[in-house]
Nanobody, 124 residues
Framework: QVQLVESGGGVVQAGGSLRLSCAASGGTFSQYAMAWFRQGPGKDLEFVAAVSWRGTGTYYADSVKGRFTISRDNRKNTMYLQMNSLNPEDTAVYSC?????????????????WGQGTQVTVSS
């Protein structure tokens, strides 16, 4: 059983940056592909980015490509999401997810474990 805990959310002005972290415990972190999803107010769950088990493969939603960077440190059992050039449309609860696979998925149902989420609010 893997436990995931997100941190780093907050309130930021448009154009600003935030760095989210997802700390994992209870499993062999390097055996899991990881991803970030988000859910804005009144919106469906949306894929943001994913990273393969080694960190060599990264994938992004078109809406964040070029602004967000996903990474992981398997020695620290932690995944990150660096978010730059934030805009109000990025306001959402951001959740990290894990699946025991060498490959990633951009669909939430493809993941087995989820964190509780962290709120990101971008003011205009």
């Amino acid at each position: 059983q893997v436990q995931l805990v997100e941190s780093g959310g907050g309130v930021v002005q448009a154009g600003g940056s935030l760095r989210l972290s997802c700390a994992a415990s209870g499993g062999t972190f390097s055996q899991y592909a990881m991803a970030w999803f988000r859910q804005g107010p009144g919106k469906d769950l949306e894929f943001v980015a994913a990273v393969s088990w080694r960190g060599t493969g990264t994938y992004y939603a078109d809406s964040v490509k070029g602004r967000f960077t996903i990474s992981r440190d398997n020695r620290k059992n932690t995944m990150y999401l660096q978010m730059n050039s934030l805009n109000p449309e990025d306001t959402a609860v951001y959740s990290c997810a894990a699946r025991r696979s060498y490959t990633v998925d951009d669909v939430g149902t493809g993941y087995d474990y989820w964190g509780q989420g962290t709120q990101v609010t971008v003011s205009s």
